[in-house]
C-alpha cells in the first residue's frame, strides 16, 4: 500500500525542504572552511569549554548565547547533538564536530582545510570575528532546518493513510529495497518537482546514516518519525477524516454489490455522497442540526498553522523590502543606460578584468581592474558583490555571473548588450580604452551604484536583526502566504501592498531575482536566510 495524492504531495514537500536545507548548510561550511584562519581543532577547543575532549549541548548553547542569540533552546542543541553523535552518547566528538562543520562535497577544501595548523584556544579565550559568525551561520542554519522539518513531519504524519513503510513503497516503486537518486528522482518528478542531480544527492546524504549513498527502511523510518509528537487537535482531526473514508467506501460497496438496496432519491443519496469529511458526529444521524454540540468546533482548527512575526516587525520587514526595492530599482536604471551605448558589450568588460585570460575572476582581480579605470571600493563593498553574485561559492565571477551582473532584467536591453561582440581595439593605454569616453563614465556609474546599492542592502540586514523579536523563520512564514515551502513573486507582493505601498510587477521581479540562487522562479527559505542574514562585520 502506498500514500495517496495529498500526502504525497506533502512527502514531497519534507523531502524538497531537507534538499533546500541541506544545499545552504554546505554553502555555508564551504564558506567557514575558505576563511584561512580557520582551523578545526582551534574551532574546537572553542567549544569545549571544559577541555574533556568533548562537546555537549550545553557548550554549543553557550557559543550561542555568547553570540546573542537567545532564540534556540536547550532542546534544539541537544537534538542537534543528537543528529550528529555517532556513538550516542550525547555528546560530540572530534569527528562529530568535524561532520557537522566541515564540507561534504568538496573533498579538496576539506582536506586543506584539516591540514591547517592550530592555534590553542583558551577557556576564556575567542576566535576572530569572521569565524565565530560563519559557526554562528551554521548552527544556526541547522536548527532553522529542524524547525521547518518538524512541522512538514507533523503535516504528513497526520494524513489518515499514511505510514512510515506506505512512504517508503510511494518513493521505492521499483521494489529495489532501497532508495537511491534514481527512484527519488523518480517519485518526485511524479508529483511534478524535477530535481537535479545535486539535490537529489543533498537529500540522500542528509538522511543516509552509515554513508551508502542509498536509504534503508531503518533508516527513512527513523528520519520521517516526527520529533514532536502532533497535537491532540490533529490526532481528532486525521482519526476523523480517517472515519469518514472507512464509511464512505463501505458505503459505496454495499450500494454496488447488493441487490436488495433500497431504492433512494438522487437526491438524497447526492447528500451523503457530497457530506464534509470532518463532521462531528455519525453520518447516520437523525438529530435536527440545532442540536449539534458547539465543543468540537475549535478542533477544526489548522494543523499547518505557522508562526509569524507581530505586526510591529512585520512592519519593518516590509520597510526593508521596500527599500532593496529601491536600491535594485537604481541599479536597473543605470545597466539600461549602459546597455544603450553603442559600444558596450560584455566580452571587452569582462577583459578589463581577467587581464591572464583564465576565465574567471578573483577579488584581486576585481580591485585591480576597478582602480585601473577609477573606482576604488572598500574591501567590504567588494566582499558583498562577489557573495551576490556568485553562485557557485568559489569567490571568483566566471562570464555567466558577471554578466548576471551588468544585464538588465528587461529582456530586450539584455539581448542588446549580449549580442554585440568585441570591439578589437588593441593595444590599450588604459584598461577601458575598449569603450567610447562616454561609455566608459557610465561603465564607471553602474560599478559605484553597485556598491552603493550592497551597503545599502546591507544596512537594511542589520536593521531588521537589531529588531529584538524579530525571527527570519517567522518572516519566511508571515511571507509564504499559502505554505509551500517558497516565496513567489505574487505574495512578495501582497505582503507590501497589504501596507498600502503599490509594486509593480517589475519590482517584484527585481526582489525575487535578487533572492533566487537557483533562478528558479521562487525564494526557498534558504534563499531568504541567506538575503536577509547580514554578510558584513561593518556596523551598519
Known sequence: MSLGFESERRLKELLVAV??????????????SSIRDFAPHSAFQRFDRDCNAFVSSIEILNFLRDQRNFTVSESETYRLVRFFDSDEDGRLSFQDFLQMLLPCTDNLM????????????????????DIERALLDILEKEVDLMRRLDILKREVEIRYDFSSLAAYRSIDRYNDGRINTFNLGTFLRSVGHYASETELLAIVRRIDTDGDAQLSYSEF??????????????????????????????????????PLRPQTSPRAFSATRHSSPLRPSSPYRNTSPARISPEPLPRYSSPSRKPVLPLRDEDQLVNGLRDLIQTENEIEREKTSLALKPDFNLTDAFKIFDVNYLGSITVTD??????????FPTSEELDLFITRYDTTGDRRLNMREFSDSMLTLDAYYASMSERRGSNHRYPLY????????DTQLQFRSVWRQHFRGEVAAEAVRQRLQRQPYFNVYDAFNSLDMNDSGAISREEFRRLIQSRGFYVSDKEATEIVEKMDKNKNGRVSFAEFREEIMPRSPVRH
Do not use: K, W
Not at 576539506?110 to 579565550?125: C, E, H, Q
Not at 588604459?430 to 569616453?437: G, S
Open 19 to 32: 534538499g533546500d536545507g541541506e544545499r545552504g548548510l554546505e554553502a555555508a561550511r564551504q564558506r567557514l
Open 110 to 129: 576539506r582536506n586543506i582545510t584539516l591540514d591547517r595548523p592550530s592555534l590553542r584556544v583558551g577557556r576564556f579565550d575567542s576566535l576572530p570575528y
Open 221 to 258: 523510518a527513523e528520519f520521517i518519525r516526527s520529533t514532536c509528537p502532533p497535537s491532540r487537535g490533529m490526532m481528532e482531526s486525521s482519526e476523523r477524516a480517517a472515519s469518514a473514508e472507512r464509511y464512505r467506501r463501505r458505503l459505496l460497496e454495499s450500494r454496488n454489490t447488493s
Open 366 to 375: 576585481l580591485r585591480e581592474g576597478l582602480a585601473a579605470i577609477g573606482v
Open 430 to 437: 588604459r584598461r577601458d580604452d575598449c569603450f567610447m569616453p
